[in-house]
């Protein structure tokens, strides 16, 4: 019967297929109405309009589920409902119908971030925010309307709603964004709700034993008074011992718990032990410390979002990747906003950092690979990786350094590294770099954007710093050209430098030390576009530097399409 089963679905999904390649047609002469160079070939985005924050992902009855925050009618902010869309390898995605439309006195100004947790029968629910007829935010329960349906294609909001309202002394306005419930040892379940006390970040626990009926905790899970108002908050265990991902609800030895929150336009988390017991989460650092707070990734990437892939025994994150040209522009385009590559995530062996790398399914994209090993890299140099879809690729390059003595010195061990980044840009040179990669670049090089490395002496110790340059991006003067930057944990004494860059029209997903450290970046070239963008590697410090390894492929347009018929937007 299984085989059967898996028969039939595999059926369903040819059809599914079959119907949107129809689809297809009619969104890309859509599109084509309009100039795309920035339109992604293998990220996460619908046909059209708005969209931002990931919602509720999870894996279903052998399919992967993204939900997200959705314009049905425009490029930008507003009406805000959940899209829906799913996967069989988290790589192709097929868009479905709305799933949660504003429709209802709880939800009617817009139907806001929230999660998806499977209860211990396999049946998923949804918890979200809802703005009522006064704009106050109020959390909001959904349920599948057709349980044995693996698409998930119907919900049906709880007459109960809403189920929980902003409590006293919590600005009716900042109330949002349930975590992804957990169950405790006392079978109760536990949840999460982002808000903010006198201006500080808060995360407030919630109880309940039937998931309908929620009470809250005398404390909080955790608060600040160093951040502002929390955002999409996410609360989950990660193992000490390896790189397998737990279910939210696990209570085990040889775990960690993460907090991660949204604040400034960035994705914080912390660290610690979490006892189900008595609900205390004691962190190893708390957010912004002294010493530098722990991010997700150091670019462009908000509003995240994880779940647990039973099926591959992995945790997966999601991210809203922002637009860094105007309104008028996504006007123009007819969209705006794309989700991160998915990426699995793990405590790093030293058990003080979390690690990322984009999901496994990804290289069957991968095609026409080039490949170089052990070539040297005189300083002020660079050579062209020819051969590939310069716009379209995935990059994998390792660094060999010698002559560390001859780094420059770093005077403080406090220091910001995206300042350090502005001030040590692609064009300054040291000793030790900046050496790295040239992506979307003109044949002139009169744009090009730099993920770089450079090395420092600090003490007895070294500090490789990550940088994403985009100050010459684009010739367009209008576009945001922010630099970022990070610290990689490593000794490159002992270590070889690795750097995982993926390049897809516009946006620069870059992995540095095999997942210590993220930065993601969009750019909008007006001459680097399409088969014009070129590829380098280049060294612009003094000293010399073996290139241990490169390689570097074209990558595949994924397949992603529409169907459905979009509900009428009810007021």
């Not at 947790?117 to 007829?133: H, S």
Request: aromatic share 12%.
């Amino acid at each position: 019967m299984e085989f059967f089963g898996f028969l039939v679905l595999c059926l369903c999904y040819m059809l599914v297929f079959i119907r949107v390649e129809v689809a297809a047609l009619r969104n890309h002469a859509a599109l084509s109405e309009v100039s795309q160079p920035y339109r992604t070939a293998f990220h996460f985005q619908p046909s059209k309009n708005w969209m931002n924050d990931p919602n509720g992902p999870m894996y279903y009855k052998g399919v992967y589920h993204i939900f997200y925050q959705y314009n049905p009618y425009g490029a930008l902010w507003g009406n805000i409902s959940w899209g829906h869309a799913i996967s069989y390898d988290l790589i192709n995605w097929v868009n479905l119908d709305i799933a949660l439309i504003p429709n209802e006195p709880y939800d009617i100004n817009g139907c806001f971030s929230g999660s998806a947790t499977i209860f211990p029968n396999g049946e998923p629910a949804i918890l979200y925010t809802g703005a009522d007829t006064n704009k106050h935010q109020v959390q909001n329960l959904a349920f599948p309307k057709n349980v044995s349906d693996p698409l998930l294609t119907e919900w049906v909001k709880s007459s109960l709603n809403p189920i929980l309202s902003p409590p006293e002394g919590i600005d009716a306005m900042s109330y949002r964004d349930p975590s992804t419930a957990w169950m405790g040892q006392d079978g109760q379940w536990r949840v999460v709700i982002g808000s903010e006390l006198d201006h500080h970040g808060l995360a407030i626990l919630y109880k309940s034993k039937d998931f309908r009926h929620w009470i809250r905790t005398s404390s909080p899970l955790h608060s600040s008074n160093k951040t502002i108002m929390w955002e999409c908050p996410d609360f989950y265990p990660v193992s000490t011992n390896g790189k397998n991902g737990l279910d939210t609800s696990a209570i085990q030895k040889n775990i960690k718990h993460v907090l991660k929150v949204s604040f400034k336009t960035h994705d914080y988390y912390i660290l610690g032990k979490y006892d189900p017991k008595s609900d205390k989460y004691d962190v190893d650092i708390d957010f912004m410390d002294s010493r530098g707070s722990l991010q997700y990734d150091y670019g462009r990437f908000y509003a995240s979002k994880s779940f647990y892939d039973g099926h591959k025994k992995r945790r997966v994150l999601w991210s809203w990747i922002n637009e860094g040209d105007s309104e008028s522009d996504d006007n123009k385009k007819g969209w705006s906003g794309l989700q991160s590559i998915p990426r699995s995530i793990w405590l790093s062996e030293n058990g003080d950092q979390l690690v990322q790398w984009p999901v496994k399914e990804l290289k069957k994209l991968r095609k026409r690979k080039v490949h170089y090993k052990n070539k040297e890299l005189k300083g002020g140099s660079l050579f062209q990786i020819s051969g590939i879809t310069a716009s379209q690729a995935d990059v994998e390059i390792t660094f060999s350094l010698s002559n560390l003595n001859e780094a420059e010195v770093l005077t403080s061990d406090v220091i910001d590294p995206q300042i350090l980044c502005t001030q040590k840009n692609a064009s300054v040179s040291g000793s030790q770099g900046p050496f790295g990669l040239l992506v979307l670049a003109s044949k002139d090089l009169t744009e090009h954007t730099a993920v770089f490395f450079r090395v420092f002496r600090s003490a007895n110790s070294f500090r490789v710093l990550m940088c994403s340059d985009q100050k010459r991006s684009s010739l367009r003067q209008e576009v945001n050209k922010t630099i970022y930057g990070a610290f990689l944990v490593l000794d490159p004494r002992h270590e070889k430098i690795s750097l995982r860059t993926l390049i897809d029209h516009s946006i620069v997903e870059s992995f540095g030390g095999d997942g210590l450290a993220c930065i993601t970046a969009r750019v909008y070239p007006k001459l680097a576009i399409e088969e014009q963008a070129q590829l380098y590697v280049f060294n612009n410090g003094s000293q010399s530097l073996i290139i241990s390894s490169l390689s570097a492929w074209s990558m595949k347009k994924a397949q992603i399409v529409s169907i459905g018929k979009r509900r009428k937007h009810i007021k």
